[in-house]
């Protein structure tokens, strides 16, 4: 079996290929989205909120944790 992606130019084509769908010569299957164009959709589904954390607040983050490991290491 060989798997061909086909682009369709005239409509008239699409009428071929499901007469050959009809003859049980090929068969057509639907193209799988690419994983951007899922996770696009998911994002879209997702609520819209503007991050309550600021870049300024993860480093200070960080660097708290890096002060806390340093010090547990110290000990």
Known sequence: ME???IELKNPKARK???DLV???IISVKESQPAWLDLWNKLDRQLPQTEPDLTEVDIMAEIQAY???KKASRSL
Do not use: C
């Open 3 to 5: 798997t061909l992606t």
């Open 16 to 18: 071929l290929i499901d």
């Open 22 to 24: 009809d003859l049980g």
């Open 66 to 68: 890096r002060r806390e």
